[in-house]
């Protein structure tokens, strides 16, 4: 479990850091500052990616620690 969380949040420094450094540009002179634009930006992959990561969260909630056994009930007639 740990080694699960330690590559995650790595993966996510990573991820995070990649992606300000494309998106992050000094602003045009003589424009205005953008904030219409940064408002109406799509979103949509950072839906996918935390709905994705509640999903994964949940699933490994879910799988819990059990040994994986089922108690057999028999019955004899």
Known sequence: ??????????????????????TASPLPAGKPAGV?????????????VGLGAVAAGVGLVASGNGNGTVAATTTTK
């Open 1 to 22: 479990m740990r080694t699960f969380v330690a590559a995650t949040v790595v993966a996510t420094m990573i991820a995070t850091s990649a992606l300000a450094a494309v």
């Open 36 to 48: 219409k634009k940064a408002q109406d930006a799509d979103n949509t992959v950072w839906w996918v």
